[in-house]
């Protein structure tokens, strides 16, 4: 092969099987690009070339010896945010800077248990907290594509944005990342790559660095909606670690990659056109509409009434759950511990303020707003019976469509820095995503064009609980379509 870093991950698993080439081979290749590249992009935070040309070798030996497993020899990135036995694990935070867990996540174990070969841990925003990859304390990430006629540094999206760049650049065959407001699909969408936030309580919770238990699932970025559904059934599985894992068999996701849409009812949600919404947004959604008709879909205009609240629910819901699940990096139990504090109030304070990022502070402290006396009635209980509306508005439509198609972001990638000024403005980023975690629904962002910019822009695709399937059949549809966006640029 010319460049082995450039082949799918299905592409690449089946030439490890047929022996067109090794796992060293491939990882070595991984290897050179992430050390040319990395400097400027700043996807990966920690990189581990011995550990992956170990894990090469033994997965090379398993192939000779018949024993391969589905993702044999093939090199990923890990999202900062999963736990990785002996391998620093920081969410990206100062708070957890040197911390070495002792014990994998269950994602990355899957991943390894099916022969996978980790090349290292990737950017996010801090603690998955932010849309442009700009709270980490490791510096922001790069977007491996250029805006036309343009040299500025663009956003990769956030919080995966070191997943999606890494993929976009051929720095991996494909890389986890977790979606807690849209933090998967966003970044693909900015990207020109492929991600998928299945269904709540498909994978496993466990060894991930909580930000919204309620909200959190994890994911994979990949090149193609087919390496998505690999990836995606090494990823889930039951646990008894997690006490919001389904305990429900994981099917073969791959057989609805190509298979006919002909038939499927796709709805179209009138609420989903915003104000402001750029002309070329709303052309690509009409494409995608043009597309799954001519491939034998029902188009049905659909009512979501309540999808208007769905930003500030969740600006609601999620800080509240951060709020409680950060409170024990105090620097008395676990995280960051300041020196020379005068008292234990003291030691509390200072600790928190030099482990936590400016972005981090702003959602802890409304999270402690909204659940403190006299605010937990008017702001987080009405939150939650909101979110029920919500997941009742996606209710009432099932019985009309199959699946819902949508705009994956409002907007191409923006520049570096752009939108750091008004924090608002950021989280509006998450209008089109955030109802699928709300409602706890798998969503997949497929790549379906480029704006006038060149920039690549998705389109997602919302499915049943549980019906990654249709998702991925969908999904796939849209991509075939769409043809290809074409690749980022290697400038570096």
């Known amino acids: 092969m010319s460049d ?15 022996k067109a080439f090794s796992s060293e081979e491939i990882t070595r290749a991984f290897v050179s690009n992430i050390e040319a590249a990395n400097p400027t992009l700043n996807a990966y935070v920690v990189t581990t070339p011995d550990k992956a040309i170990e894990m090469a070798k033994a997965s090379d030996a398993r192939i000779a010896a018949g024993t391969a497993g589905p993702l044999e020899g093939a090199p990923l990135g890990i999202k900062d945010l999963f736990c990785t036995e002996g391998v620093q ?22 991943l390894w248990r099916d022969g996978a070969v980790m090349l290292g841990k990737l950017n996010m925003d801090e603690f998955a907290m932010g849309s442009a990859n700009e709270t980490s304390a490791f510096g922001p990430v790069k977007n491996p594509w250029k805006s036309k006629g343009s040299n500025a540094d663009l956003t990769p999206g956030g919080s ?28 693909a969408a900015f990207t020109g790559t492929v991600g998928i936030k299945p269904t709540y309580g498909r994978a496993s919770r466990y060894g991930m660095v909580a930000f919204a238990s309620s909200l959190d699932q994890a994911g994979p970025i990949t090149k193609t909606v087919e390496d998505a559904a690999l990836m995606l059934q090494s990823m889930c599985s039951f646990d008894a670690k997690d006490s ?20 499927l009812r796709i709805g179209v949600p009138a609420e989903y056109v915003v104000d402001g919404m750029p002309a070329e947004i709303q052309a690509l959604w009409d494409q995608g509409v043009a597309w799954l008709k001519d491939a034998g879909c029902e188009i049905v205009p659909i009512s979501l009434p309540h999808t208007k609240y769905a930003l500030p629910t969740y600006y609601i ?11 024990r990096y105090d620097g008395m139990r676990f995280g960051h ?53 919500i997941a009742e508005d996606f209710d009432n439509v099932w019985d009309q469509v199959d699946a819902i198609l949508t705009p994956s972001t409002p907007s191409a990638a923006f520049a570096l820095g752009d939108k750091q000024i008004d924090p608002v403005t950021m989280y509006l980023n998450d209008v089109f995503t955030v109802t699928a975690n709300l409602a706890g ?33 969908v999904g796939a549809a849209l991509e075939k379509a769409a043809g290809g966006v074409g690749k980022a640029e290697r400038w570096w």
């Open 441 to 473: 629904l798998p969503g997949i962002s497929v790549p379906a064009g480029v704006d006038s910019n060149g920039l690549p822009l998705g389109l997602q695709v919302i499915g049943k609980a549980l019906d990654e399937a249709t998702v991925f059949q």
């Open 337 to 389: 511990r300041a020196e020379n504090a005068k008292s234990l109030t003291d030691l509390y304070e200072t600790s928190r303020a030099e482990g936590f990022g400016q972005e981090v502070q702003r959602r802890l402290t409304i999270g402690a707003y909204v659940l403190s006396a006299g605010f937990y009635d008017a702001y987080y209980v009405k939150a939650l019976k909101v979110r029920r509306r």
């Open 4 to 18: 082995l870093t450039k082949l799918t991950l299905k592409a690449a698993v089946d030439g490890l099987k047929s």
């Open 244 to 263: 919001t894992s389904l305990d429900i068999p994981t099917p073969d996701w791959s057989a609805s990659v190509g298979k006919s849409v002909k038939g």
């Open 160 to 187: 995966s944005g070191g997943s999606a760049s890494a993929v976009a650049a051929d720095l991996c065959l494909a890389a986890t990342a977790s979606d807690t407001g849209g933090s998967i699909r966003q970044p």
């Open 89 to 110: 694990t920081t969410a990206a935070s100062n708070m957890l800077r040197g911390f070495i867990p002792p014990y994998e996540s269950t994602v990355t174990a899957n």
């Open 317 to 327: 819901v999620a800080p509240a759950e951060a709020s409680s699940n950060l409170a």
